[in-house]
C-alpha cells in the first residue's frame, strides 16, 4: 500500500500538472531562459546615449541596447521608488494594488510577484537590493530564495544617511558571488539588481567625483554604469553564451525632475522628467526579432507580461495583469494598438491634502489631470512647456475620459486589507524621513476643491527646506523661513510639527509642546505629532499628561514600540526603574532588534549593580550598532566587575575610539592596564584622562 505521504505527493504533482500553483509546486528544470531585471533608480531616459545623450554616461548599457530593443517612451505609473517597483512586479496600476506612495501599507500578499511566479515555476531567484526603501518589509522578498538587502533597521538609529544606500560597486559584487555560486546550477535563474546611485544625493566616488564635478547626478550615472560593466563583461566570460541566453530587461523606476518645473528630484508632479524612463528588452538568442527601436508609449507594468512571454511561462500571474506584454512589438507581430500610458502622484494629496495628479501619454500627448489641467504635445515642446489644454480642449477632455474610464476598470478590489490602515508604522516614517523623503500623512481630504500642486510648489519647497535646515541643525533659519510659511499656510499641519521638530533639538521643550499640540489639532490622526507632545510633556516633568497620551495611542495601536519606548523613557526620568525596565522589555518583544532598548536597560542594570544582564544587553546594543562611547565604557565597568579584564580593556577602548577625548574612560582603561600588569600602558592612560580633565589628576596621583 503506497503511504500516505506518496499519496499526497502525487496528488499535489496532480495539481502542479494542472497548471495550479503553489509555493512549493516546482516544476523540473525546462529550457526556459535566464531572466536579468536591473532596475537604476532615478535614471532620467535622456542621460542614456541609447535615448540619444551624446555625453558617453552609459556605455554598457548602450551595448546592452544595441543587443536588444530600445523602447524609447518607456513610462513609468508612478514617480515613487517603492510604489513604482510594485506595480512593476506585479504587472497591477498603483490604485489597483494599493502601493500609491511611502505612507501606505505593504503590497497585500494577494498580490502575486514576478518572483513568486518564476520560483514556482522551477526557477532559482535573488534580489539585491541598493536602498532601504526596498527592503523586505514592504512584501517584495516573497518568491526570493535570496533577496538582499543589507538595510538592517538597527543603521538607522545611527541616521547616518550614507548606510542606508549600498553602492552599485558592492550590489554588484553581491549579485556576481550570487550567480557564481550557483554557476553549476542545470536550474533557470531569475535575478534582479536594484541600483541606488542616481538617487539624491548625487555624491558619486573618483574619479566621477572629479570627472563630473559640475554634474554630480551625471556622475553617479556614469558610475553606476561603470559597475554593470562589470556585470556584463562577467556573464560574457562565462561558457555556454550565459550572457546570450539571457533574457535581459533595463529600466529605471521614474526619472528626476533637476528643477525643471521647479521640481528638485521626483513624486510631486508627473511631468515627463520624472515618468518617462529608460525600458530596455534583450531577449535570449532563440526570440525572433523585428524591432531595434520602438516609438509608443509603453508602460512599466508591461515589463512582467513581457518576460513571462520571452521565458516562455504560463502562470496564474497572468490573470492578474493589467497591460499586454510588448512581445509582439520585439517579434513584430500584428498587435492591436498600444493604449495610452497612465501615471499617477499621490503624494501631494496624501502628505499635504491637495489635490492628486493622474496623467495620460500617448506618443503625441501628454495629458495631467489637475485643478488646472494640462496638455503637451511631445514631438515639437519634449520639455512640456507649452500647456495647450485651452487651445485644444477635444484632446483634453478626451484624455481625462480616457483616465476616468482606466480607473473604473481597474479600480482597487472591494475587500480592504487586514492591514494597517493607518499607514506605515512610525519606526518606518522615521527611516524614511533619515531618507529625505516628507513621509508625513496629511488629514483625509474633504470633498471641498482641493488645491492644485502647481500652486503649492513653493510651499512644498519651502517644506523641504525646513527639513534640510533642521536635520543641519540650522534652527533659526528653519524657524524664520516655517514663520514666513505659516503666514500663507495657517492651516498646513506640518509647519507647526517642524517648528515643534527644531525646538525639541533646540530641548525648547515648552515650546515643542506648543507646536506639537498645533499640529495635532490640525491633523489629530498625525501619531508623529502626538509622540512629539508626549516626549515635550514628559521631558518637562509632566508625566501625568504624557502618561494619558502615550496610553491613547498604544490603546489605537499596542504595536507601537516607539511609544512603549517614549514610556520607558519618561519612567526613567521619573526615577521609576522598574516602570521603565517594563516599558523596555515591551519594546524588546515587539522590536527584538531595538538597539536603544538594549543599552537603556543595560544602563539601568548597571545602576544596579547587576553586571552580568548588564553587559548582555549593553553587549548587544553595540552587536545591533550603536557605537555611543557612554554604554561602551558601562559595558567596560560589567566587565571589569566580572573580572574578564580583557573584555574590559577592549570596550574601554571602543569607548575612546568613538570619543577619543572621553576622559573617564581612559581612566578606567588604566585601572584595567594595571591590573593586568601593563603599567607602561596605565600610565599612559592616567596621562590622558589627567590631560583631558584635570580633576582626575588628583584622583590618579593619590592612587599610586
Ligand atoms: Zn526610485
Request: aromatic share 10%; hydrophobic share 40%.
Amino acid at each position: 500500500m503506497p503511504s500516505l505521504r506518496a499519496l499526497l505527493r502525487s496528488a499535489f504533482l496532480l495539481l502542479c500538472a494542472l497548471g495550479l500553483s503553489f509555493a512549493g509546486c516546482r516544476k523540473s528544470p525546462p529550457s526556459h531562459p535566464n531572466v536579468i531585471l536591473i532596475t537604476v533608480d532615478t535614471l532620467r531616459a535622456d542621460r542614456l546615449g541609447a535615448y540619444g545623450h551624446a555625453g558617453g554616461l552609459t556605455p554598457s548599457v548602450d551595448a546592452l541596447a544595441l543587443d536588444g530593443v530600445v523602447f524609447e517612451r518607456g513610462i513609468s505609473q508612478v514617480p515613487l521608488t517603492w510604489p513604482s517597483h510594485a506595480a512593476i512586479f506585479t504587472g497591477t496600476y498603483p490604485f489597483h494594488n494599493g502601493v500609491q506612495d511611502f505612507t501606505g501599507q505593504p503590497l497585500s500578499p494577494r498580490f502575486r510577484t514576478l518572483a513568486e511566479t518564476f520560483q514556482s515555476n522551477g526557477y532559482s531567484t535573488a534580489a539585491v537590493v541598493s536602498s532601504f526603501v526596498l527592503d523586505r518589509g514592504w512584501g517584495l522578498a516573497r518568491g526570493f530564495d535570496s533577496y538582499d538587502d543589507a538595510f538592517a533597521g538597527q543603521e538607522f538609529l545611527q541616521k547616518n544617511i550614507s548606510l542606508v544606500e549600498r553602492p552599485a560597486g558592492e550590489s554588484v559584487d553581491h549579485a556576481i558571488a550570487w550567480l557564481d555560486a550557483r554557476s553549476k546550477s542545470t536550474q533557470p535563474f531569475f535575478l534582479w539588481l536594484h541600483l541606488y546611485d542616481p538617487h539624491s544625493p548625487y555624491n558619486p566616488p573618483e574619479p566621477f567625483r572629479s570627472q563630473y564635478a559640475e554634474k554630480p547626478y551625471d556622475g553617479e550615472i556614469a558610475y553606476a554604469d561603470s559597475q554593470l560593466a562589470r556585470l556584463f563583461s562577467w556573464l560574457k566570460q562565462q561558457p555556454h553564451d550565459l550572457y546570450g541566453g539571457t533574457v535581459f530587461v533595463f529600466l529605471s523606476d521614474h526619472g528626476e525632475s533637476l528643477g525643471e518645473h521647479g521640481e528638485r528630484e521626483h513624486g510631486f508632479f508627473v511631468y515627463d522628467s520624472t515618468v518617462h524612463v529608460p525600458l530596455i528588452v534583450k531577449p535570449a538568442r532563440s526570440t525572433p526579432r523585428a524591432a531595434q527601436r520602438v516609438s509608443d508609449a509603453v508602460e512599466t507594468i508591461q515589463v512582467g507580461p513581457t518576460v513571462l512571454d520571452l521565458a516562455g511561462l504560463t502562470d496564474p500571474i497572468q490573470k492578474q495583469f493589467q497591460a499586454p506584454s510588448l512581445l509582439p512589438f520585439i517579434t513584430g507581430q500584428p498587435h492591436a494598438p498600444q493604449r495610452a500610458a497612465y501615471s499617477e502622484t499621490m503624494y501631494p494629496a496624501n502628505s499635504f491634502g491637495w489635490s492628486a495628479l493622474r496623467g495620460l501619454q500617448t506618443s503625441r500627448y501628454h495629458y495631467i489631470d489637475a485643478p488646472r489641467q494640462e496638455l503637451y504635445e511631445h514631438p515639437s515642446d519634449p520639455a512640456e512647456k507649452t500647456n495647450l489644454a485651452e487651445k485644444d480642449p477635444a484632446v483634453a477632455s478626451r484624455m481625462r475620459e480616457q483616465i476616468t474610464q482606466l480607473l473604473a476598470t481597474y479600480a482597487a478590489p472591494a475587500a480592504p486589507d487586514g492591514g494597517n490602515a493607518t499607514g506605515a508604522s512610525p519606526e518606518v516614517l522615521e527611516k524614511l524621513r533619515s531618507l529625505g523623503y516628507v513621509a508625513y500623512k496629511a488629514p483625509a481630504a474633504s470633498g471641498s476643491k482641493l488645491a492644485d500642486p502647481k500652486d503649492k510648489l513653493s510651499t512644498y519647497e519651502d517644506v523641504l527646506r525646513a527639513t534640510d535646515l533642521i536635520s543641519a541643525g540650522n534652527f533659526p533659519a528653519a524657524r524664520a523661513l516655517l514663520a514666513r510659511l505659516e503666514h500663507a499656510e495657517p492651516n498646513l499641519y506640518l509647519i507647526p510639527f517642524l517648528l515643534g521638530e527644531a525646538a525639541s533639538h533646540n530641548a525648547q521643550w515648552k515650546e515643542a509642546e506648543k507646536q506639537f499640540g498645533r499640529a495635532a489639532a490640525l491633523n489629530p490622526g498625525f501619531d508623529q505629532a502626538r509622540m512629539g507632545l508626549a516626549r515635550a510633556l514628559g521631558l518637562q516633568g509632566k508625566a501625568a499628561p504624557a502618561r494619558d497620551l502615550i496610553g491613547t495611542l498604544l490603546a489605537e495601536n499596542s504595536g507601537n514600540f516607539r511609544a512603549w519606548y517614549l514610556l520607558a523613557q519618561i519612567e526613567a526620568a521619573q526615577r521609576d526603574a522598574r516602570a521603565s525596565r517594563a516599558a523596555l522589555d515591551k519594546v524588546l518583544t515587539l522590536q527584538p532588534n531595538f538597539a536603544p532598548a538594549f543599552r537603556d536597560r543595560g544602563l539601568l542594570s548597571v545602576a544596579e549593580a547587576t553586571y552580568v544582564s548588564a553587559s548582555e544587553d549593553l553587549s548587544r546594543a553595540a552587536e545591533l550598532g550603536l557605537r555611543d562611547p557612554a554604554p561602551l565604557n558601562s559595558l567596560g565597568i560589567c566587565y571589569s566587575r566580572m573580572n574578564r579584564l580583557d573584555d574590559a580593556a577592549a570596550n574601554y577602548r571602543r569607548a575612546i575610539e568613538a570619543d577619543p577625548s572621553f576622559a573617564q574612560a581612559h581612566l578606567n582603561l588604566g585601572f584595567v592596564y594595571e591590573r593586568l600588569n601593563q603599567p607602561a600602558l596605565a600610565k599612559q592612560e592616567y596621562a590622558s584622562a589627567c590631560r583631558l580633565d584635570r580633576r582626575l589628576c588628583e584622583l590618579i596621583a593619590n592612587r599610586k
